[in-house]
T-cell receptor
């Protein structure tokens, strides 16, 4: 049973650049959520995608955007990177909007210099 | 506003020394309370989902319980491999699918 996968595992960018992170959900899941986790903190919700639409959004600026594809995979895009965007970015998948349990991928470690 | 607070922030135990981690929460219409284990630099690993007060779930040396205001993760006779950060999260009816996490409890078990 394939779990949640994310790519790349880590990357380094400079301020002002743009980045795209990718996520494939657990087999059988159709809902993808993205979280940002700063060092020593719990994950913070960015947004959730279901049926290729953004269904929920956390307190993140418009520089953070996403997309979900027909095969349920998803991308997180961050424009005009700031030093404070350095974090572990986590993707979680679940089944529909009524299934509460979310399963997380290994994350992408982003360092902004 | 939904909120989760975990205590203690860090806990050191000797192998075999049982203890409990606390998760206090405020949420509008609890849809689920979740416990995850996270190893350094990795994604959270799902442990338990609890839905209503009085519910209990067990897995190996771990047991999770739930009341209307808090949840406990009991660790019985821990081993060094139980060392990790344990995260608690809630999903409320006002923000379905948006998990609100606590800051976690970092557990270190010494042999």
């Amino acid at each position: 049973d394939a779990g949640v996968t994310q790519s790349p595992t880590h990357l380094i960018k400079t301020r002002g650049q743009q980045v795209t992170l990718r996520c494939s959900p657990k087999s059988g899941h159709d809902t993808v959520s993205w979280y940002q986790q700063a060092l020593g903190q719990g994950p913070q919700f960015i947004f959730q995608y279901y049926e290729e639409e953004e269904r929920q959004r956390g307190n993140f600026p418009d520089r953070f955007s996403g997309h979900q594809f027909p095969n349920y995979s998803s991308e997180l895009n961050v424009n005009a990177l700031l030093l404070g965007d350095s974090a572990l970015y986590l993707c979680a998948s679940s089944l529909g909007l009524r299934e509460e349990t979310q399963y997380f991928g290994p994350g992408t470690r982003l360092l902004v210099l | 506003e939904d909120q989760v607070t975990q205590s203690p922030e860090a806990l050191r135990l000797q192998e075999g020394e049982s203890s409990s981690l606390n998760c206090s929460y405020t949420v509008s219409g609890l849809r689920g309370l979740f416990w995850y284990r996270q190893d350094p630099g990795k994604g959270p690993e799902f442990l338990f989902t609890l839905y209503s007060a009085g519910e209990e779930k067990e897995k190996e040396r771990l047991k999770a319980t739930l009341t209307k205001k808090e949840s406990f993760l009991h660790i019985t006779a821990p081993k060094p491999e139980d060392s990790a950060t344990y995260l608690c999260a809630v999903d409320g009816s006002s923000n379905t699918g948006k998990l609100i996490f606590g800051q976690g409890t970092t557990l270190q078990v010494k042999p």
